[in-house]
């Protein structure tokens, strides 16, 4: 079915929104990736941005729970044990220490705007040229924050 839905996209120059939880399957299929969760974005990047350079937390601990081929380990890591470390939510390459990557769990930092919203919160700021990371939206962050472009292609010879 996926080598049916690639070469349709190549064959007739159109795009799919594809959800999955099969990361593996998500790398050999898409152009970029939208990490979410709680049906927030947490992560948007190009699927190779992405899985070389995992930014936020939670994308780190998806990606630590995959199996690797010829590594041998007693257990995976879990996205639970990485998601509980709030240590590695306040070290976001790319962004200024007042940036604390979101995560509902977690106790929010000062100054948190719109703290009656369920969960807190949360923007997107651009860590890197392409790269979204989601953060607790603080004034700090607010300044910061962006949407990506998301361009497509529509042509007369389109379906």
Known sequence: VI???????DKLGIAYMFISHDLSTVASFADEVVVLY????????????LFDNPLHPYTRGLLASIPK???RLDRLVTVDEVTKDTAAFERLPGVGKDAVAWWPWHEP?????????AGGASC???????????VWETPETAELKTVPSLPYRRSPTSV
């Open 124 to 134: 997107l700021i651009e860590t890197e040229p392409g790269h979204w990371v989601g």
């Open 3 to 9: 080598d049916l839905l690639k070469s349709l996209k």
């Open 38 to 49: 709680a049906g927030r974005v947490v992560e948007y990047a190009t699927v190779e941005d």
């Open 69 to 71: 081929i010829g590594a």
């Open 109 to 117: 930092p000062k100054g948190v705007l719109d703290s009656s919203r």
